[in-house]
Nanobody, 126 residues
Framework: QVRLVESGGGLVQAGGSLRLSCAASVRTFRFLKMAWFRQAPGKEREFVAAIWWDRRDDPIYGDSVKGRFTMVRDDAASTAYLQMNNLKPEDTAVYYC??????????????????WGQGTQVTVSS
């Protein structure tokens, strides 16, 4: 298994920005697909962003965050990042980092990932 640790969450005013980090304790980080999901109270876990291990310049995003969030990965540091700009109260949720190896499941599905972090809380006030 891969141990994932998220950080960078907090309280921010609407329109502000935050950067989340996900550190992985594995030497084969460069061969993992990485993703961010979020879950608000009373809702299902929602896809936010993901990057294939071999398509690092072509991340994909959920419709609700496209144009506002940016995901990047630093393989030398075994770390993935999520830059969140123009935050809205609707973005309030626990954000989770996830990783997985080769799978036929859609990259936007929670079923494509075998390892998950503990989550970091993001709260956006109006």
């Amino acid at each position: 298994q891969v141990r994932l640790v998220e950080s960078g969450g907090g309280l921010v005013q609407a329109g502000g920005s935050l950067r989340l980090s996900c550190a992985a304790s594995v030497r084969t980080f460069r061969f993992l697909k990485m993703a961010w999901f979020r879950q608000a109270p009373g809702k299902e876990r929602e896809f936010v962003a993901a990057i294939w291990w071999d398509r690092r310049d072509d991340p994909i995003y959920g419709d609700s965050v496209k144009g506002r969030f940016t995901m990047v990965r630093d393989d030398a540091a075994s770390t993935a990042y999520l830059q969140m700009n123009n935050l809205k109260p609707e973005d309030t949720a626990v954000y989770y980092c996830a990783s997985g190896l080769i799978s036929t499941v859609s990259i936007s599905s929670v079923r494509a990932y075998s390892d998950w972090g503990q989550g970091t809380q993001v709260t956006v006030s109006s």
